[in-house]
């Protein structure tokens, strides 16, 4: 896959703000995630960030989420589509 880099704006301020508000920590840009399907995307995106529970044991045999994390990604998802929507 060919490699992408999107630059910070108004997307991942957004992201970040909604993360620090809903979970309580100050998130970090990086890269070090893995394998992105966001190559698919970028494209036809201005911005660009991938954003998801914690991958701990992804891609292993039974790759699996904390469900006291599911209610806390809403919530941040639930918080970033109210600012950008506004």
Do not use: W
Not at 3 to 11: D, I, Q, S, V, W
Not at 41 to 70: C, M
């Amino acid at each position: 896959g060919q490699p992408f880099l999107t630059e910070a704006g108004k997307l991942t301020d957004t992201a970040r703000r909604a993360i620090a508000e809903v979970c309580g920590v100050e998130a970090e840009l990086s890269t070090s995630g893995g394998t992105s399907d966001g190559r698919f995307i970028k494209a036809v995106a201005d911005e660009l960030i991938e954003l998801g529970p914690s991958n701990a044991t992804i891609h292993q045999i039974n790759e699996n989420v904390l469900l006291e994390d599911i209610p806390k990604l809403s919530a941040v998802y639930e918080r970033m589509m109210a600012d950008l929507l506004l």
